[in-house]
């Protein structure tokens, strides 16, 4: 065997080698990086569009604006623990003593 065929032979099989962009495995070790660096760009957008207003000034007054309106509201029409569950009684109310 001569040498140079040896070699001419080599050459040839790694030029049939696929492109290292049709490797699979390639794209896979890519795509954790890439998906950090894109995960980096979201943010950095969403933070320059400046912060947001988390509690209005008056947060106080409202609460108690709030409470104030939950105490004097009118109680319910049928507290839960007298309500009954018509599906098991057919819709019938007990007679009352």
Do not use: F
């Not at 709030?66 to 007990?94: C, E, F, W, Y």
Request: net charge positive.
């Amino acid at each position: 065997m001569n040498p140079v065929n040896k070699t001419a032979r080599h050459v040839s099989r790694i030029s049939t080698a696929p492109p290292w962009w049709k490797e699979p495995y390639v794209w896979l070790v890519i795509a954790g990086p890439l998906s950090a660096v894109l995960a980096c760009a979201v943010t950095a957008v969403y933070i320059m569009q400046g912060p947001e207003a988390l509690v209005s000034d008056d947060a106080y007054r409202e609460g108690i604006a709030i409470s104030q309106k939950v105490q004097t509201a009118r109680p319910p029409m049928q507290p839960a623990l007298t309500g009954r569950n018509h599906s098991a009684t057919g819709g019938k109310r007990d007679e009352q003593p």
